[in-house]
Nanobody, 121 residues
């Protein structure tokens, strides 16, 4: 049983910072890409940032220069450092991982339960 558990969300004023963490646990053989998505009320879930197994990153245009994604492969953990937060960053943030539980099976996509980030103006 694989679980992705997020932490670090909360309420912050505009211009402030938050750091999200997501730890993958359970029977894991390997993890490929990991990423963060967000969903604001009434909007579709969107990609915020992603990082490959080799460390290549990509970001949504709206967060470039403000957010930084990183990962600790030894701990199966991905982080999202969010600086200069804006009210429009308010959303539920979801962790995502593409991983294998055994070497001979294809990778499967997993989601965390989500963590609320609220930025007040």
């Amino acid at each position: 049983q694989v679980q992705l558990v997020e932490s670090g969300g909360g309420l912050v004023q505009a211009g402030g910072s938050l750091r999200l963490s997501c730890a993958a646990s359970g029977s894991i053989f390997s993890i490929n890409a990991m990423g963060w998505y967000r969903q604001a009320p009434g909007k579709q879930r969107e990609l915020v940032a992603a990082i490959s197994g080799g460390g290549t990153t990509n970001y949504a245009d709206s967060v470039k220069g403000r957010f930084t994604i990183s990962r600790d492969n030894a701990k199966n953990t991905v982080f999202l450092q969010m600086n200069s937060l804006k009210p429009e960053d308010t959303a539920v943030y979801y962790c995502n991982a593409d991983l294998k539980v055994v070497y001979y099976r294809p990778a499967v996509n997993y989601w965390g339960q989500g963590t609320q980030v609220t930025v007040s103006s």
